[in-house]
């Protein structure tokens, strides 16, 4: 497995939540690696990026909410979810490939993040 997501779960508007992606060495060192999500009934879209050498990319939408990291030693990717809001809720999936990871070459399995007011 290249990618495995973890740290969804229930939380309410205004709270923080973090995830995880723990990803191979080698996915971990040369490509970009991500997270996408899918709300119900509308299409997977991109959420924040970072890349091998630490360049850091977001969505529009989650701007100055979210933060996207890497820990070297862990293999691990994060993304910190801070002021959540209804329209969060999503299930998200990490994702790894070339920048700017407009086409994933792995997938993850997703985490369901569900917001509740």
């Known amino acids: 497995v290249q990618l495995q997501a973890s740290g969804g779960g229930l939380v309410q508007t205004g709270d923080s939540l973090r995830l995880s992606c723990a990803a191979s060495?080698?996915?971990?060192?040369?490509?970009?690696i991500g997270w996408f999500r899918q709300a119900p009934g509308q299409e997977r879209e991109f959420v924040a990026a970072?890349?091998?050498?630490?360049?850091?990319w977001y969505a529009d939408s989650v701007k100055g909410r979210f933060t996207i990291s890497r820990d070297n030693a862990k293999n691990t990717v994060y993304l910190q979810m801070n002021s959540l809001n209804l329209e969060d809720t999503a299930v998200y999936y990490c994702?790894?490939?070339?920048?700017?990871?407009?086409?994933?070459?792995?997938w993850g399995q997703g985490t369901l993040v569900t917001v509740s007011s």
């Open positions: 060495e080698r996915t971990f060192t040369s490509y970009a």
């Open positions: 970072i890349n091998w050498n630490g360049d850091t």
């Open positions: 994702a790894s490939g070339p920048k700017p990871l407009r086409f994933p070459r792995a």
